[in-house]
T-cell receptor, first 113, second 116 residues
Framework: DQQVKQNSPSLSVQEGRISILNCDYT??????FLWYKKYPAEGPTFLIS?????DKNEDGRFTVFLNKSAKHLSLHIVPSQPGDSAVYFC????????????FGSGTQLTVLP | DADVTQTPRNRITKTGKRIMLECSQT?????MYWYRQDPGLGLRLIYY???????NKGEISDGYSVSRQAQAKFSLSLESAIPNQTALYFC???????????????FGDGTRLSIL
């Protein structure tokens, strides 16, 4: 029973355009959400997070949007760059779970030059 | 030098062998975690530790054990390896700041383990 789902295994975007990566969750107790980026042969690297008390958090080219009623979050990358090509994981945690992270299965983003 | 170091980076071994994967960190974090990643799946939590005397099972702890030898060291053992434990294993750390605090986890570069 996947509590965090990334339904798109892959996404291709032209350099300079917007990349939108999506994530859905089922556990209403989740109140903290994160995005990680992973390059081959490296560990996941923390990118950006959002608390459930917010609906948007922005850091440079990266913005995360949270829609609690739809149990949906998305990561926007604008403008996309070839170096953004990586696997992106969303993750979620709940305050009552000692902050254990539950991960989605990842989306491979390819930014075409 | 990496903040979170995993050794070995790659390991091939046979069914039934005992294997230990090691993780050390220089970040000064009190929390440490072990995850495994299988193809097409996200990372799944095996064990986590909030300090040297606090070790907890994660989602998929069966067949694994851990040891927190010091604040900076957290090792994962497979007592008798089986082929379906072939996976990519990651260690992670985070800053505690209270049991329910929101702090991102920082990952090592992983150990690719193959069990024949």
């Amino acid at each position: 029973d996947q509590q965090v789902k990334q339904n798109s295994p892959s996404l291709s975007v032209q350099e300079g355009r917007i990349s939108i990566l999506n994530c859905d969750y089922t556990n209403s107790m989740f109140d903290y959400f994160l995005w990680y980026k992973k390059y081959p042969a490296e560990g996941p690297t923390f990118l950006i997070s959002i608390s459930s008390i917010k609906d948007k958090n922005e850091d440079g080219r990266f913005t995360v949007f949270l829609n609690k009623s739809a149990k949906h979050l998305s990561l926007h990358i604008v403008p996309s760059q070839p170096g953004d090509s990586a696997v992106y994981f969303c993750a979620a945690s709940a305050s009552g779970s000692a902050r254990q992270l539950t991960f989605g299965s990842g989306t491979q983003l390819t930014v075409l030059p | 030098d990496a903040d979170v170091t995993q050794t070995p980076r790659n390991r091939i071994t046979k069914t039934g062998k005992r294997i230990m994967l090691e993780c050390s960190q220089t970040k000064g974090h009190d929390r440490m975690y072990w995850y495994r990643q299988d193809p097409g799946l996200g990372l799944r939590l095996i064990y986590y530790s909030f300090d040297v005397k606090d070790i907890n099972k994660g989602e998929i702890s069966d067949g694994y054990s851990v040891s927190r030898q010091a604040q900076a060291k957290f090792s994962l053992s497979l007592e008798s390896a089986i082929p379906n434990q072939t996976a990519l294993y990651f260690c992670a750390t985070s800053d505690g700041l209270g049991r329910g605090s929101n702090q991102p986890q920082h990952f090592g570069d992983g150990t690719r383990l193959s069990i024949l």
